[in-house]
């Protein structure tokens, strides 16, 4: 045994074949690692701060893996040499053996000298087999399980990036409309009308007519220019009415880069999905097959709902108009679930990323055990799998990312983008030149624009909209005494 067991061993392994590997190993790392230090520069030389997080999130994913595989690495040898009764290992498999007695023969040591292992596994199996048992996990396993993590991770981060790519694509095309709502010229009231026109009606304020639209408006024209010249004014006038040149469409991409940073990482409960979906992994379930339908569900139902706030919002700005109030739309919360926008970011996170455990599942099955593997399936259940993530990512990238990214800045409150950096430039500089009580209480309006503040002697500022008022008359001046040559 030890005779066969030498050539497997580091120390009876050639030197120029260990260098060889370490050095391609290495070779990799550092090339991987240049390029996203490299990329970080870039980065910041174009002040994209909220890209930079990003990939800093994405470092922070792949020292989480890192660790992973570590852990997996240190603990095999451990795992593979703990021993259970057979008929422990017989139930909620992913392929039923022909027969029970296939257990035995798996890990008897004639079958296990025959089979490809990472490492050498003989001693672990015997182990077991001495006893009676057979091994918790075998090596050969744990390596799988190693592949499928990492896999799917990679997978989820290119899915991610691919869809903020092609939505920041979708999102830069309705650049023109900004420019239309600045020119004087254009008239701004048919498009009013043309919004007004989601609320006409008494049958469309039921709420199996208003959804049941909305549910068919995500797949064609989604977002008309109307739609987007009164979100975007509606918006103006509650947010920041003493500086109408601000851009809209700048603040809706500074907010999709912030958001991207949340996105772009794997959460916790992401990672607990992650041992359930494996767990429920049980032949003849068709568990995965399921399971591909789940994205796709959410995915209509938070276009539908987007959909539908707009229509909500269309139907305030009737009511308003009924009661002899100007007529224009007003961001609220109360149209959001559970009143938070928040919850619809969560939402696409937990679509992207199980559509990328789908397709990761499906390229790793493929790739470790062949098309033929029963794990994979029957055709019958691959193709529609295939097809629905494929379908997901379209959707998601060109009809609901766009409309997350516009309709949730109808919210009571602006996000963190709303100063671009060059104000939140000047206001760091300036509050940190600046001293005493009154440094403070700016500070904290920067910080907490929604609190009740009192500067100095003046008289307090009671009212949200006040207060996005002053710091936006802070803000134009700053703007205007920008100079190129600063």
């Known amino acids: 045994?030890?005779?066969?067991?030498?050539?497997?061993?580091?120390?009876?392994?050639?030197?120029?074949?260990?260098?060889?590997?370490?050095?391609?190993?290495v070779f990799i790392s550092l090339i991987v690692e240049r390029g996203l230090h490299r990329l970080g520069k870039w980065l910041k030389h174009k002040k994209q701060d909220a890209l930079l997080e990003a990939l800093q999130k994405l470092k922070d994913e792949l020292m989480l893996l890192g660790f992973i595989s570590l852990l997996l690495t240190v603990f095999?040898?451990?795992?593979?040499?703990?021993?259970?009764?057979?008929?422990?290992?017989?139930?909620?498999?992913?392929?039923?053996?022909?027969?029970?007695?296939?257990?035995?023969?798996?890990?008897?040591p004639q079958a296990i000298k025959n089979r490809r292992r990472l490492f050498s596994t003989e001693s672990s199996s015997e182990h077991c087999s001495h006893e009676g048992k057979v091994p918790l996990m075998s090596l050969e396993a744990l390596h799988h399980l190693h592949i499928f993590i990492f896999v799917l991770a990679v997978v989820h981060v290119i899915f991610c990036v691919i869809t903020m790519g092609l939505g920041g694509a979708r999102i830069r095309q309705w650049k023109h409309w900004e420019r239309t709502f600045k020119d004087k010229k254009e008239d701004h009231t048919r498009h009013r009308h043309a919004f007004f026109a989601h609320a006409q009606g008494y049958w469309r304020k039921a709420d199996v007519v208003s959804w049941t639209m909305s549910f068919f408006k995500q797949f064609y024209?989604?977002?008309?220019?109307?739609?987007?010249?009164?979100?975007?004014?509606?918006?103006?006038?509650?947010?920041?009415?003493?500086?109408?040149?601000?851009?809209?469409?700048?603040?809706?991409?500074?907010?999709?880069?912030?958001?991207?940073?949340?996105?772009?990482?794997?959460?916790?409960?992401?990672?607990?999905?992650?041992?359930?979906?494996?767990?429920?992994?049980?032949?003849?379930?068709?568990?995965?097959?399921?399971?591909?339908?789940?994205?796709?569900?959410?995915?209509?139902?938070?276009?539908?709902?987007?959909?539908?706030?707009?229509?909500?919002?269309?139907?305030?700005?009737?009511?308003?108009?009924?009661?002899?109030?100007?007529?224009?739309?007003?961001p609220s919360d109360e149209h959001f679930w559970l009143k938070n926008?928040?919850?619809?970011?969560?939402?696409?996170?937990?679509?992207?990323?199980?559509?990328?455990?789908?397709?990761?599942?499906?390229?790793?099955?493929?790739?470790?055990?062949?098309?033929?593997?029963?794990?994979?399936?029957?055709?019958?259940?691959?193709?529609?799998?295939?097809?629905?993530?494929?379908?997901?990512?379209?959707?998601?990238?060109?009809i609901t990312l766009p409309l997350y990214a516009l309709v949730t800045q109808m919210g009571s409150k602006f996000k963190q983008g709303f100063f671009n950096e060059f104000v939140q430039e000047r206001l760091g500089y300036w509050l940190d030149r600046t001293r005493g009580q009154e440094a403070r209480q700016i500070d904290r309006m920067v910080k907490e624009p929604y609190q009740s503040i009192q500067i100095g002697e003046q008289e307090t500022i009671s009212t949200a909209g006040e207060t996005r008022k002053s710091m936006m008359e802070l803000s134009y001046v700053l703007h205007q005494s920008h100079e190129p040559s600063t």
């Open 221 to 330: 024209g989604s977002i008309t220019k109307s739609d987007y010249i009164a979100l975007r004014e509606g918006f103006i006038m509650t947010h920041c009415p003493a500086n109408r040149e601000f851009d809209f469409h700048n603040y809706m991409m500074r907010t999709l880069e912030l958001d991207f940073k949340k996105v772009v990482g794997i959460s916790w409960y992401l990672w607990l999905f992650v041992v359930v979906f494996l767990l429920l992994n049980v032949e003849g379930w068709h568990t995965y097959f399921w399971l591909s339908f789940l994205p796709v569900v959410l995915l209509l139902l938070v276009g539908a709902k987007l959909e539908h706030i707009i229509i909500l919002l269309a139907q305030d700005m009737g009511e308003m108009k009924e009661r002899g109030e100007a007529a224009r739309v007003r």
């Open 1 to 25: 045994m030890a005779a066969e067991e030498e050539p497997s061993s580091l120390q009876y392994s050639p030197t120029w074949v260990v260098a060889g590997v370490c050095f391609l190993i």
């Open 76 to 108: 095999q040898g451990l795992v593979s040499q703990m021993c259970i009764p057979p008929y422990v290992v017989s139930s909620m498999l992913p392929c039923k053996r022909n027969n029970e007695s296939k257990t035995h023969e798996e890990y008897s």
């Open 341 to 398: 926008p928040g919850i619809v970011l969560h939402l696409i996170h937990f679509i992207l990323f199980q559509n990328a455990f789908e397709i990761a599942f499906f390229f790793w099955i493929l790739c470790t055990y062949g098309f033929k593997s029963c794990i994979m399936e029957r055709m019958g259940y691959i193709i529609p799998r295939l097809i629905m993530g494929v379908m997901v990512q379209v959707l998601c990238s060109y």
